[in-house]
């Protein structure tokens, strides 16, 4: 039950009617105006901006918002939910509703359980593509905020009913996986007994890659040492890179991410289907969007990728970029973005008509050309929404950790992860906005406090569940189960943290289908801190006022219906924390 999309159908219909009687247009889009929570309680449960959105739609016929915002709030006054809907400011309209209506609510939230929400199937198959770390060793915890975020998101999309593809783009194909054969190989003459001294400048110096070097020497023995570079690169490579993915793979299953698509970008130009790659700037000239020409020298700043030369470019400029791109360089190999745009092509290929990428901040000047890219290879019919995440800064007590020996440069994800746990990385990496620079502190993530968020989170839903069953230790004969404390008496639930804790309740299925939109999944953290702070505040006031209490073993009426609000609540919880990934607990010590 979706109380708010409920009532933009009310607010809809009422629209329609006035268009219907021609004081406004026929072809009205009845998709622009909102309903949101009052910002206020004091001035009501609901609010629409419907009379100022249609303002100028109305004008032949209102002489101001107000007007038309007055005959809207006539309607709605009429309607059996409501129980006063009134003008306000130059033309928004409050709405109080009716207690039983938070009632219903309750109990869609209880008899639905897990599919309280949810979303109904929703058109257009959905990409996310997220990580795609190069495999050149073990991930980072800037990794990591991409591969949460980008789980994240799709749990959600998931959710809100879109059927969601997770991907994984693997870089096999430029100059770092060479690096990486060439630091394997070094490890590789260590592990048949050679003293290797320091490693060269330019090479990977983490310990991560002595078993690629013990694996090679138990496959090839003695037979690679004395080959040309040419001969063994290739060979070390591909073992490299395996031993990478597999390693990158298990760095993820320890944050419960599963991707069900790896795509090799290699592939696009050595695969089974030969040059795709090729043959994407191929068609796209047939199409008049690539051509041979001369690109203008930078003007203010340097273009990483400008060359004095006639040369293969792609027309992005007729697509919102700032400057054609070049697909082919002077060797003759294909750029980056020659390879990323047959890549994005296959998607499109795939029959995915919305395709999001989770991508590290410093990639942010390549967004437009690829935005341009997408809406040339797919006609306009499918859509990239680049999510770009900030830098993580480690810390340990608001100290800087110092580097991982492991990896020889950064700290690693999996030893985040195996110092914090798996909940607190995930919560904590989707409590800020993905854009906004992060501070995780190791020390703060696993305090019990009510400054640390998971904690928070996490203790509001074991506690509800501790009430429960000390509700059935006192009253042994009470049935707790969502569906009994469905029939309970919810108008019982007259105190103002009873309404506040039930009006946020409402406010679920549409806090998932605004993130889903808007593809935040922050949103569903910063909305169940908000629940979880409203439970907590209503527990402590309890230790008070022993009326308000949960249990009243005189009163098992009232116990039911309070019993409901906290079922209700800890369903709600735990929803919330499994799109983000974090265990539900039912008790926490």
């Known amino acids: 039950m979706n109380l708010f999309a409920e009532f933009q159908t009310r607010v809809a219909t009422i629209l329609r009617g006035i268009a219907e009687s021609g004081r406004l247009p026929a072809d009205l889009d009845l998709g622009r105006f909102v309903v949101e929570p009052t910002k206020d309680a004091a001035h009501g449960d609901l609010a629409t901006n419907a009379a100022m959105v249609y303002a100028r739609e109305a004008k032949a016929s209102f002489s101001n918002p107000k007007q038309l915002a007055t005959e809207i709030a006539f309607a709605l006054a009429e309607d059996a939910d409501v129980a006063e809907a009134e003008v306000a400011g130059p033309g928004f309209i409050n709405i109080r509703l009716k207690p039983d209506v938070y009632a219903r609510v309750m109990r869609a939230a209880l008899t639905q359980g897990a599919a309280y929400g949810k979303g109904a199937a929703l058109p257009g198959p959905v990409n996310v593509e997220y990580v795609s770390a190069n495999p050149t060793g073990p991930m980072h915890v800037g990794h990591g905020r991409g591969a949460v975020f980008g789980d994240a998101l799709a749990n959600l999309l998931a959710f809100a009913g879109y059927d969601v593809t997770r991907e994984y783009y693997i870089n096999d194909a430029g100059a770092q996986v060479d690096v990486l054969a060439r630091s394997a190989f070094l490890r590789y003459r260590e592990a048949l007994g050679e003293t290797i001294g320091e490693i060269p400048e330019g090479l990977y110096p983490g310990d991560y890659l002595k078993p690629v070097g013990v694996e090679l020497a138990h496959q090839f023995g003695v037979d690679l040492r004395d080959q040309p570079e040419a ?64 690109l203008p020298p930078p003007k203010g700043q340097p273009m990483e990728d400008w060359e004095d030369r006639e040369q293969v470019l792609f027309h992005t400029t007729d697509f919102g970029d700032d400057v054609d791109r070049p697909l082919v ?54 859509s990239l929404d680049v999510k770009l995440c900030q830098l993580v800064k480690l810390m340990r007590n608001g100290e800087p950790v110092k580097m991982s020996k492991r990896s020889g440069d950064f700290v690693t994800l999996r030893e985040v992860v195996d110092e ?61 189960s969502p569906q009994a ?30 993130a889903a939109a808007a593809h935040e999944p922050h949103r569903i953290a910063f909305y169940l801190h908000d629940l979880a702070g409203a439970f907590h505040s209503h527990w402590n006031r309890g230790k008070d006022h022993a009326e308000l209490r949960f249990v009243n073993e005189e009163n098992r009426e009232l116990t039911k219906a309070r019993l409901a609000l906290v079922s209700s609540l800890t369903g709600v919880l735990a929803s919330g924390l499994g799109i983000l990934g974090v265990r539900a607990p039912e008790e926490m010590r």
Not at 268 to 289: F, K, S
Not at 334 to 353: E, L, N, P, Q
Not at 436 to 463: C, G, M, T
Request: hydrophobic share 45%; with cysteine.
């Open 420 to 480: 914090v746990g798996v909940d607190a990385v995930r919560f904590m990496m989707i409590f800020r906005k993905n854009d906004a620079p992060l501070e995780f502190d190791l020390a703060k993530v696993i305090e019990q406090s009510k400054d640390n968020p998971v904690f928070y989170v996490q203790y509001a839903h074991a506690r509800g569940r501790s009430v429960l069953r000390q509700a059935v230790a006192a009253l042994a004969d009470l049935d707790v």
């Open 329 to 382: 360089k002077s060797d003759g190999g294909y750029t980056y973005f020659a390879s990323d745009i047959a890549y994005h092509k296959s998607k499109v290929d795939r029959g995915f008509t919305q395709l999001i990428d989770v991508w590290g901040a410093d990639h942010g000047g390549y967004v437009k050309r690829m935005t341009a890219a997408v809406k040339a290879v797919s006609g306009g019919s499918a």
């Open 485 to 514: 404390l469905a029939g309970a008496s919810l108008d019982l639930l007259s105190d103002e943290g009873e309404k506040g804790i039930a009006k946020l309740i409402a406010q679920y299925p549409r806090q998932v289908e605004a």
């Open 231 to 294: 001969a063994w690169l290739p060979k070390v490579r591909a073992i490299a890179i395996d031993m990478m993915m597999d390693m990158i793979r298990a760095d993820l299953a320890a944050l419960n991410i599963v991707h069900e698509v790896f795509f090799s970008e290699r592939s696009l130009t050595n695969g089974p289907d030969g040059d795709c790659v090729g043959a994407v700037i191929a068609e796209l000239r047939e199409r008049g969007i690539v051509y041979d020409g001369r």
